[in-house]
């Protein structure tokens, strides 16, 4: 980043519904000397998010920008304003790479809370050399998609090495399996049936996106074969996950110190009977199944619209743990990640803090590029969400 810039972070798509958490989260936890602004596409929406903010006592009150992805001197404008830019603007398949393109271009820290594999593909192969040529850490899956597996798989992987005696020289067996409960979004809905409907699309990324890696970091690390199993110390019945954390997982063991030379990581839901692990299975078959189909998949998007999301007393009730089991040279660890609604009230805190740890802290970013979580803030980003409330142990 070669100027001064005149905010410390904006928010982008603040009048949404994870954005609007966002906001109110950023309202409370920035500090009074570090101006911030909200953006999107409406000023007259912005200015009641800002409203809201300062009826509920905020003292360092967000400017405001006008921004929309179909603008790109808008989005040009909103990067070179800004040292971080976080997007909840999504499906970001459709409405992201204008911002990604601004950000890498004008050496922008950037945060998003995509899930969409194909998405973070294209980032990587079209934007990483500009990234890092800018200095700019473009880091996505920033939300429940990727940080407590990323962020659980390091915090794990750095116990292990305790128990190894401070290094690990052999092959590590990580597997991490997620129990949840909670409900989505309108916007979440939306860009996952967007991306199931995509696999064609997702497959070439990916393939591309694997070959920029392989070249890049050359330390092996392998996504597991996944098949469903029975394994009691990790909760009985597990069916494999093939969301975008894995991907995420591999990255960062590829890029950053502590991983071992070799490691390898399994992702799973637990579904804990067969019955209800069968059934889970095919409730996600038969969705992504209907949304190959256009006009099967048109009227599931019908089913939730953009802006809404769960209430409060909803989200109060839900919560998330993913527990880890690594292996290495006839030792293991297990570990848990654990907090409360996972999609968007820790999700909302979890984009919050990536982004002010990139904006706020000294040291930060620890690289340049198309980033994880991991590779852009390593374990300082684990700091901030313990002292958030998020738990991170060994069991
Ligand atoms: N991975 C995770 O853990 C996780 C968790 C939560 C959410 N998400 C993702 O976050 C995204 C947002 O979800 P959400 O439920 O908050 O969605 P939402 O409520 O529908 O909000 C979408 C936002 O995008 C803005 N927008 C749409 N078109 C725009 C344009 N042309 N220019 C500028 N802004 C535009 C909307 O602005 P207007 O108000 O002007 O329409 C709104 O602020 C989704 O992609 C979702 O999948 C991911």
């Known amino acids: 980043m070669t100027q ?4 410390s972070l904006t928010l982008f798509g603040a009048t949404g519904f ?6 109110d989260y950023l309202a409370s936890h920035m500090p009074a000397d570090a101006p911030w602004a909200l953006a999107g596409r409406n000023l007259s929406k912005l200015e009641s998010v800002r409203d809201r903010l300062s009826a509920a006592g905020a003292n360092n009150l967000p400017e405001l920008i ?8 808008s989005l040009d404008n909103m990067a070179q304003l800004s040292k971080v830019v976080i997007t909840t603007v999504g499906p970001y398949v459709f409405y992201g790479e204008g911002l990604v393109r601004a950000c890498a271009d004008n050496g922008t820290h950037y945060c998003d809370l995509t899930g969409e594999p194909e998405f973070v593909c294209n980032s990587m192969t079209r934007y990483h050399a500009s990234a890092r040529r800018t200095g700019a850490a473009i880091v996505n899956a920033c939300g429940f998609d990727s940080i407590p597996h990323d962020a659980g798989a390091l915090f794990t992987v750095r116990a292990l090495a305790k128990k190894l005696g401070g290094q690990i020289n052999g092959q590590v067996t990580m597997e991490g399996v997620v129990s949840a409960a909670g409900t989505f979004s309108g916007g979440t809905w939306q860009s996952a049936i967007t991306a199931m409907g995509r696999p064609t699309e997702n497959r070439f990324a990916m393939k591309h996106a694997r070959m920029a890696l392989d070249h890049e970091y050359p330390k092996t690390a392998r996504v597991l074969p996944m098949r469903p199993k029975h394994d009691a110390e990790l909760g009985g019945w597990l069916a494999p996950m093939p969301t975008v954390d894995p991907f995420m997982v591999v990255r960062s063991a590829r890029a950053v110190d502590g991983y071992g030379p070799d490691f390898r990581y399994g ?7 067969l019955p209800k692990m069968v059934g889970g299975m095919a409730a996600i078959g038969g969705l992504v199944l209907a949304a190959q189909i256009k006009p099967l998949r048109n009227k599931l998007l019908e089913y939730r619209q953009s802006g809404d999301g769960p209430s409060a007393e909803k989200r109060e009730k839900s919560w998330f743990k993913v527990q880890f089991r690594a292996r290495s040279g006839g030792e293991q660890v297990m570990c848990e990640v654990a907090g409360g609604d996972p999609g968007y009230s820790e999700t909302a805190k979890m984009l919050a803090e990536t982004a002010m740890c990139l904006a706020l802290d000294k040291d930060q970013p620890k690289r340049a590029g198309v980033l994880t979580p991991m590779m852009a803030c ?3 980003l684990i700091e901030r969400l313990q002292a958030a409330g998020m738990t991170f142990r060994e069991l």
Not at 4 to 7: A, E, N
Not at 67 to 72: I, T
Request: proline letters at 4%.
């Open 267 to 273: 992702h799973y839901v637990a579904g804990k009977t």
């Open 4 to 7: 001064p810039r005149k905010y």
């Open 66 to 73: 006008q921004a929309d992805v179909d603008d790109q001197a």
């Open 18 to 23: 994870t954005g609007g958490l966002c906001a």
């Open 378 to 380: 390593e374990d300082r």
